[in-house]
């Protein structure tokens, strides 16, 4: 059984900084390539960015690149997603998903719970 944890979500003022943590627990984190997805209040849930086992390669949805970048460390069986620059639009509830098909914005096999995140104007 493969589980997620996420954490560092929060209240955070326009312009700022947050970064989540996801710890994932359960199977060999390296063969999973990780993302991280979003949903706002009433809207669908919506691809933020992703990382390929290796790190190698992130993909980012075009409205974070820049402001958002995702790492992981193998060793901690961590995935990471650090934002900067917050806008009150970035407001959703923030998942981890883990997948070992085939990287990209579709294919995830496991997902956290998820971490609120909430930037106020």
């Known amino acids: 059984q493969v589980q997620l944890v996420e954490s560092g979500g929060g209240l955070v003022q326009a312009g700022g900084s947050l970064r989540l943590s996801c710890v994932v627990s359960?199977?060999?984190?390296?063969?999973?390539?990780m993302g991280w997805f979003r949903q706002a209040p009433g809207k669908e849930r919506e691809f933020v960015g992703a990382?390929?086992?290796?790190?190698?390669?992130?993909l980012y949805r075009d409205s974070v690149k820049g402001r958002f970048t995702i790492s992981r460390d193998n060793g901690k069986n961590t995935v990471y997603l650090r934002m900067n620059s917050l806008k009150p639009e970035d407001t959703a509830v923030y998942y981890c998903?883990?997948?070992?098909?085939?990287?990209?914005?579709?294919?995830?096999?496991?997902w956290g719970q998820g971490t609120q995140v909430t930037v106020s104007s």
């Open positions: 990382i390929s086992r290796s790190s190698a390669t992130t």
């Open positions: 998903a883990a997948g070992s098909t085939s990287f990209g914005i579709r294919f995830y096999d496991y």
């Open positions: 359960g199977r060999t984190f390296s063969t999973y390539y």
